[in-house]
């Protein structure tokens, strides 16, 4: 009993401390900057969503309240069109997996802007405002720019690699052996579709060997000898434009003159008919 008493401090420090250090720990930067992200991306869906369902129904409006995945799978309110429900349900579970792209590998700034900017060129996602017009297209583009700047303006990046330390990391790896991992984890990674122009950033990063910035760039032979090549031609063309052209022309312009100084002899023309010659035969 007394060890018990002894003890029951300790427990009673443990039951105190620990409610204390699990907020500590979800609290750190990577954390927030992670639910900073799911927020962004139910944002992305909501504003996406709710302008789609006011431009299909005149007199229905989106409810604000349907900014959670949760709330927006379980809205049924459009007026029986069946294929409309099924369209913004699909988009529901697809726009969901968007929060997957972020939290794994690469959590800086960067990454941050990157894996939201591609929510907006995801081929669901064009897919899905495809019933909009053009006009409309662009406006909701461009505000859902502005509120993926708004979360960039939110990131914690006091955790986030300087410069030099990500050059470094890039050119210690060597590009052989991250060919085939990277498009692995990839693909393991995100299974919603990707747009591809970062991955043909990424393959064009791995495949050319990166060189750092204060080296100085080499010249062979070969550059010394097509620089001598076009400092010739260029000689060649000024001294053709400058010489021999106006002297081809100044003689062309002699000979012209002198054929014209030359008089012209008119052909005498005899109308009269040549005289036939007979001799004369002997008696």
């Given amino acids: 009993m007394s060890r018990f008493r002894l003890l029951l ?16 720990q979800n609290s750190t930067p990577a954390a927030a900057n992670k639910q900073l992200f799911d927020r962004t991306v139910d944002e992305l869906n909501f504003r996406t969503m709710e302008t789609v369902y006011d431009k299909s129904f005149t007199r229905r409006k989106f409810p604000a309240s349907m900014r959670t995945a949760k709330a927006r799978r379980d809205f049924t309110d459009f007026n029986g069109r069946a294929d409309l429900q099924t369209l913004f349900q699909n988009y ?11 939290g794994k590998g690469r959590t800086d700034l960067a990454e941050f802007e990157k ?39 939110r990131f914690n990046a006091s955790e986030d690699p300087v410069p030099e330390e990500l050059s470094a990391d ?4 060597p590009p052989a052996d991250v060919d085939a991992p990277a498009t692995t984890s990839a693909a393991t990674e995100d299974p919603a579709p990707q747009p591809e122009a970062p991955l043909t950033t990424v393959t064009t990063s791995v495949s050319s060997s990166p060189r750092p ?25 000024l001294l053709l434009v400058t010489s021999v052209l106006p002297d081809l022309r100044a003689r062309l312009d ?6 014209e100084q030359q008089p012209t002899k008119p052909r005498s023309r005899s109308n009269a008919l ?3 010659r007979y001799d004369e035969e002997e008696v």
């Fill in 274 to 276: 040549p005289k036939d």
């Fill in 170 to 173: 890039g050119a210690a790896v």
């Fill in 213 to 237: 910035l204060d080296v100085p760039v080499r010249h062979d032979w070969l550059d010394y000898l097509t620089l001598l090549l076009a400092a010739t031609s260029t000689l060649l063309l």
């Fill in 9 to 24: 401090p300790l427990f009673l420090l443990l039951w105190l401390a620990v409610p204390v250090a699990l907020p500590a």
């Fill in 92 to 102: 529901n579970g697809v726009s969901e997996r968007y929060k997957s792209r972020f």
């Fill in 115 to 153: 894996q939201l900017g591609s929510v907006l060129v995801d081929k669901n996602f064009e897919f899905f405002i495809r019933v909009l017009p053009r006009d409309e297209r662009v406006a909701l583009i461009r505000a859902l720019q502005r509120v993926i700047s708004q979360g960039a303006a």
């Fill in 254 to 259: 002699g000979l012209a003159e002198e054929l």
